[in-house]
């Protein structure tokens, strides 16, 4: 799972970047336009691996010890109430990360260490949890739906 992450992440990154700043406040051109359009990819790197094995091991965990003794039709709600725990933890390294990645992708002459270390001083830990519930809110409904008909659709 982890490697899977990184790897995903990796090759759409500069489809991210071209995104964030077309949301950026201060326009496309001002936030760097096609320029440096891998910038903040050193927080992704460094949050994608633990983010997706977070995840998996959170998922596998939860749904073992679920599955015990549970009758076979509830084997999709299992997954799905899985995958919501595992989301829930891994959105505390993935927050985080993204933080700190938009926040490069629309200032790229800004290194990521500069940034992060500026959100810390100037924002403290919460800075860094920016959007914590939203992107909680928005996986979960997101992957619980998706292994929940993913279940249902293998038994």
């Not at 009758?71 to 997954?79: M, V």
């Not at 891994?90 to 990645?101: M, N, T």
Request: proline share 5%; glycine share 10%.
């Amino acid at each position: 799972g982890g490697v899977a992450g990184v790897c995903v992440d990796l090759i759409l990154f500069p489809l991210d970047t071209v995104k964030t700043r077309l949301q950026s406040p201060q326009g496309f051109r001002k936030a760097g336009g096609f320029r440096g359009i891998y910038a903040g990819v050193p927080s992704t790197a460094i949050g994608s691996f633990p983010n997706a094995a977070a995840f998996f091991i959170t998922y596998e965990n939860v749904k073992s010890m679920m599955h015990h003794g549970s009758a076979s039709y509830l084997t999709p709600a299992t997954h799905m109430v899985a995958a919501s725990i595992g989301e829930v933890v891994a959105c505390l390294i993935r927050v985080p990360s993204e933080v700190v990645k938009q926040r490069a992708q629309v200032s790229p002459s800004s290194s990521t260490l500069r940034i992060l270390s500026h959100t810390l001083y100037h924002e403290g830990i919460q800075g860094l949890y920016r959007g914590y519930k939203s992107t909680v809110l928005r996986e979960v409904k997101h992957l619980s739906f998706f292994f929940f008909l993913s279940s249902l659709l293998k038994n």
